[in-house]
């Protein structure tokens, strides 16, 4: 009966707040049902406990966030672990997130992407359970999976379980990219897996069990409340922007093969209105698409700000979907050497997101696509074996 209530309540929250339009949201998918909904099979592990949640802006039950879900089904939430971005996923790309109390419903709110990205033992105290639910897109290079490698870590250490909510990746249908050299390891890159891996978020957490990658080869009690009518070659729409600057289906199809930029001199668009949609540079001889790029919420600091670049338009263009298109850097270098402007940036950002330093020097000798491509295919293959293990979907 408590559980057929908890159920009932959460599902009634969920239906009022949807025909009431409470927030402009993109249409939901509902063929399928994401691990929250599935409440079933995780409200009775929660009821009664103290519960971590770590969650942001995507952590929504349709159209209502999971920490109001579940206080109306009067679970108790001691603090919520927030990661890049916030809570509310609003900061800027690698901006410092200090610690402070949600003003909407007086939980503390412990930072992630602050002083630590790890949960200490005494953020922990008195916490009986972690809940995780955060969508990914599927990048090596997207820091949500390193979070949830340090929570994992701090949960096994803390003799604390973890259930992870599972939710669709946007990018499942294909695996591309080099695979991470150990020796090039940062939160942008944790793992030896490829750029494009090719799983979900609950998925990556049985993998990195699985593949004793926490501190020491300790082992998280992990439980994965998985997807209904879900596989990895259903195209799913995101009901809600993952972080400020993927607004969008062709923002998040576009971002693993825009993101190596970051670590160049040419702007993605941040401080526009079509982040990670179109590219350019001020020095650069493209001028048949502009832009400029503007502070705004999101993209304080914008690489090239005030300035007016020329590049590409990629809004009208079909993305390549079963691949990294490594066209737009091979095409954006030739332009530097022509107009005789710096590429690559100082410093090792580069070699961090693509997860070695062979991709720049590819690139540097003029190696074709196909040539670059081919040089990290035994290693995908060798990965794929490795995938198989921890797939939920088929």
């Known amino acids: ?64 966030h999971i920490v109001d879900s579940l206080l109306n089904a009067n679970i108790r939430i001691s603090k919520i672990f927030a990661p890049e971005h916030g809570f509310r996923g609003q900061a800027d790309a690698g901006e410092k997130v200090e610690n402070n109390i949600d003003l909407r419903t007086g939980i503390e709110i412990v930072s992630l992407y602050g002083k630590s990205k790890k949960p200490e033992p005494k953020d922990l105290e008195g916490i009986d359970i972690l809940v995780f639910d955060i969508q990914d897109v599927g990048a090596r290079f997207y820091t949500y999976i390193s979070t949830l490698h340090y929570v994992m870590e701090a949960a096994a250490e803390n003799n604390i379980k973890l259930i992870v909510l599972d939710r669709p990746n946007p990018n499942a ?28 978020i609950g998925e990556y957490a049985r993998m990195i069990n699985g593949e004793n990658w926490l501190n020491d080869g300790i082992q998280c009690d992990l439980e994965i409340i998985p997807c209904m009518n879900y596989n990895h070659d259903i195209h799913y729409v995101l009901p809600v922007r993952p972080s400020p600057n993927l607004p969008n289906s062709l923002s998040i199809a576009l971002y693993p093969s825009l993101c190596f930029f970051e670590g160049t001199s040419v702007s993605v668009g941040r401080g526009t209105d079509t982040p990670f949609q179109v590219f350019g540079h001020p020095e650069s001889s493209k001028k048949e698409f502009s832009f400029v790029p503007e502070s705004k919420s999101g993209a304080k600091y914008p690489k090239h700000e005030g300035k007016e670049c020329f590049g590409f338009d990629l809004r009208k263009k079909i993305p390549v979907r079963d691949r990294l298109d490594l066209s737009y850097l091979i095409s954006m270098f030739k332009e530097s050497e022509d107009q005789n402007f710096n590429f690559f940036n100082e410093g090792n950002f580069f070699e961090l997101l693509s997860g070695s330093a062979a991709l720049k020097k590819m690139i540097k000798l003029h190696y074709t696509e196909e040539e670059i491509r081919v040089s990290w295919q035994t290693d995908i293959e060798k990965f794929k074996t490795v995938r198989s293990k921890y797939l939920i979907y088929e």
Do not use: W
Request: proline share 5%; glycine share 8%; net charge positive.
């Open 1 to 64: 009966m408590v559980q057929m209530f908890l159920n009932m309540t959460i599902y009634a929250l969920v239906f009022f707040s949807c025909i009431s339009g409470a927030e402009e949201s993109i249409p939901f998918d509902g063929r399928i049902v994401i691990g929250a909904e599935n409440t079933n099979n995780y409200l009775p592990l929660i009821s009664n406990k103290s519960v971590g949640l770590i969650v942001n802006q995507t952590s929504r039950i349709r159209n209502v």
């Open 173 to 200: 249908h294909y695996i591309d990219g080099p695979i991470l050299k150990k020796e090039f390891k940062s939160f942008v890159g944790m793992h030896p897996v490829p750029v494009v891996y090719g799983m979900t």
